[in-house]
């Protein structure tokens, strides 16, 4: 009986001995449990938002061609007509104001070339050496003009024209401060910005063709021999 009441007092006290360590060690493990929730539904709630937060749209400024800063960019029948196959006024954007002020004096030189051409074949300035019979053939006046002198009148008056007026527009233009072929002649311009630029457009055109046009025409008079309309 004796032995018996040790026995039992000996695994009571075994079973207690282990009792007080299992305790703290799952309230611990629960603790520990709801600080790692905590922690994931924090994380969570950050993946959440920086997914539903609108990403910065990139911001594109929009570069100008040349197409859209010059009237020009339209052919003869009202269409778009873009036409830089080598990309110059890429490759050279700082010369651009440049390339349109010489395109605008050799087209307004080229029609008034014309006129000259055709207009010579019917009507002479009054003098011997303008004469059908000093010159029978239009394309011949130059050769024969420099041998009695108005040719050197004619580059000198040009020349004039370009130290003194040219240079300083040009140089105008490059300081932004004039447009190009820009003169200040407005006396018969129109007053709407929108009809100015109909103009413009079809200044150029003219002046495209008429470069052409007198390529074409001294061409002709030389293979055929005759003038207007050298057939």
């Known amino acids: ?109 080229a029609m008034l070339a014309v006129l000259g051409f055709i207009a010579t074949d019917f009507v002479r300035l009054p003098g011997d050496m303008y004469s059908f019979e000093s010159i029978p053939r239009t394309i011949d006046a130059h050769d024969a003009l420099l041998k009695t002198g108005p040719m050197y009148q004619l580059a000198l008056w040009i020349g004039l024209w370009d130290l003194i007026v040219t240079i300083p527009a040009c140089q105008a233009m490059g300081q932004g401060v004039r447009e190009p072929g820009d003169f200040g002649l407005y006396t018969f311009a129109p007053g709407d910005k929108k009809t100015m630029d109909k103009k413009r457009q079809a200044e150029l055109m003219n002046g495209r063709l008429a470069m052409i046009a007198v390529g074409g025409i001294a061409t002709q008079s030389i293979v055929t021999g005759h003038g207007y309309p050298y057939l």
């Open 1 to 109: 009986m004796k032995t018996s009441a040790i026995i039992l007092t000996a695994a009571i006290s075994y079973a207690s001995a282990f009792a007080p360590a299992n305790i703290p060690r799952t309230t611990i493990s629960i603790a520990s449990s709801e600080v790692a929730a905590d922690v994931l539904e924090v994380a969570a709630d950050v993946v959440v938002e920086e997914v539903e937060s609108p990403v910065a749209e990139a911001v594109v400024e929009k570069v100008n061609t040349v197409f859209d800063d010059y009237v020009g960019s339209f052919d003869f029948r009202g269409k778009v007509f873009k036409f830089d196959p080598l990309n110059l006024a890429l490759t050279y954007s700082d010369q651009v104001p440049w390339f349109r002020e010489c395109e605008i004096r050799h087209g307004r030189t």
